[in-house]
Structures are given as structure tokens and as C-alpha cells.
T-cell receptor, first 112, second 117 residues
Framework: DQQVKQNSPSLSVQEGRISILNCDYT??????FLWYKKYPAEGPTFLIS?????DKNEDGRFTVFLNKSAKHLSLHIVPSQPGDSAVYFC???????????FGTGTRLKVLA | DAGVTQSPTHLIKTRGQQVTLRCSPK?????VSWYQQALGQGPQFIFQ???????QRGNFPDRFSGHQFPNYSSELNVNALLLGDSALYLC????????????????FGPGTRLTVL
């Protein structure tokens, strides 16, 4: 039962353009969402998070949008840079639990 | 400020053997979680340790066990290794003991790549 889904295994974007990575979830009890970036041979690096009381959170070039009614979140990267090329994971957590449930990841390639 | 560290980096074992992986949390963090990441998948939660006790466990068999020490470092032990245990094992630490939103964010180490032959 995949509670967090990233349906696009890969995405290619030109440098300077916007990258949009999507994530869907099925559990309406989730109230905290995160995005991690992972380079090969490294652990996931925390990027940005959002709680369910908000619908948007920004940090520099990264913005996360949350649509609770659609059970959908997205990560926007503007402008995209070649160094952003990595695998991006979304994760979710809910009240009364300490674990994160991860999607399967989207590989982003930013073309110079 | 050192981040989360894990050892060893790589490990090769044969079926039936036992393995111990180690993790030191980020400075100021007292909670350690372990995840297994199989190839092409996202990390899957194994368990979390706080105050030297297992606080929550994911859907992993009893062959997976852990320990947390008074200095907050942690070990993951896997007994009777199976081929399917081959994966990247990730340790994550977090600074708070009670979920309070962003302050509970888990920060990951580089992982230990376990190969079971």
C-alpha cells in the first residue's frame, strides 16, 4: 500500500527554467510533509517542509505547495541549476507517529 | 558542527551472517531513526530510538534489532541475513522528542551500503 506516490520517475528541465516535482498521498491524516534531495552515494538532504496548516512555504529558490483537498503537494525550483540534478523524495508524517513515509523518488536532470 | 555519521560505508556479508551498523547523531539531537532503502525505492522506516528505548517500529521482522547508548549513538543489528536485506541503511537524527512540526525534522547520514551474497 503506497501511501505516498511520486508518479514521475524522471524529469528533465533546461537550466534557468522552473522545475516542478509532484507528489500525491492517500492518507488524509498526514499533517507534515517534507522534500529531500539525494545525490548518489550520499544520504537524503532535507530541503523544505510544510505543515498542513499552510498551503505554501518558500525557502530561496524552493517553494512547496500543498493542496489538502487533492492530497497533492509539489516542489517548485526556480530557477533550476545544474547542481539541482539529483533524486528528489517527498515524505509525509502524521500525528501519533514518528516515522516518515517516503515516495519512490523523481530523478531531476537540469540541462546546461 | 558534525552531521550524522555512519559506519562502515560499505559492507559485504553472506547469507545467514549477522551485521552491526553504527550511527552517531548530529550534535544536539537525541532521537535516532533507521531506514532501509532498496534500489529504486524510497527509504522505509525500520524503527526509532529515544531515551535508549525503541519508541516505534515499522514492518520489519524481529531479525532487525537496535540499541541506543547514553551518548545517543545507535546500532542496528540484523541477524540471519537474507539476500533481500541488501540495501542502503540510513540513519536519521532529530532534535526533539515530541513532534512539534519543523523542529522534529529528521536529518540523514550518508548511509551504509550492505551487500548480502
Amino acid at each position: 500500500d503506497q501511501q505516498v506516490k511520486q508518479n514521475s520517475p524522471s524529469l528533465s528541465v533546461q537550466e534557468g527554467r522552473i522545475s516542478i516535482l509532484n507528489c500525491d498521498y492517500t492518507n488524509s491524516m498526514f499533517d507534515y510533509f517534507l522534500w529531500y534531495k539525494k545525490y548518489p552515494a550520499e544520504g537524503p538532504t532535507f530541503l523544505i517542509s510544510i505543515s498542513s496548516i499552510k498551503d505554501k512555504n518558500e525557502d530561496g529558490r524552493f517553494t512547496v505547495f500543498l493542496n489538502k483537498s487533492a492530497k497533492h503537494l509539489s516542489l517548485h525550483i526556480v530557477p533550476s541549476q545544474p547542481g539541482d540534478s539529483a533524486v528528489y523524495f517527498c515524505a509525509a508524517s502524521g500525528p501519533g507517529t514518528y516515522k516518515y513515509i517516503f515516495g519512490t523518488g523523481t530523478r531531476l536532470k537540469v540541462l546546461a | 558542527d558534525a552531521g550524522v555519521t555512519q559506519s562502515p560505508t560499505h559492507l559485504i556479508k553472506t547469507r545467514g551472517q549477522q551485521v552491526t551498523l553504527r550511527c552517531s547523531p548530529k550534535s544536539g539531537h537525541d532521537t535516532v531513526s533507521w531506514y532501509q532503502q532498496a534500489l529504486g525505492q524510497g527509504p522505509q522506516f525500520i524503527f526509532q530510538y529515544y531515551e535508549e528505548e525503541e519508541r516505534q517500529r515499522g514492518n520489519f521482522p524481529d531479525r532487525f534489532s537496535g540499541h541506543q547508548f547514553p551518548n545517543y549513538s545507535s546500532e542496528l543489528n540484523v541477524n540471519a541475513l537474507l539476500l533481500g536485506d541488501s540495501a542502503l541503511y540510513l540513519c536519521a537524527s532529530s532534535p526533539r522528542t515530541i513532534r512539534q512540526g519543523p523542529t522534529d525534522t529528521q536529518y540523514f547520514g550518508p548511509g551504509t551500503r550492505l551487500t548480502v551474497l
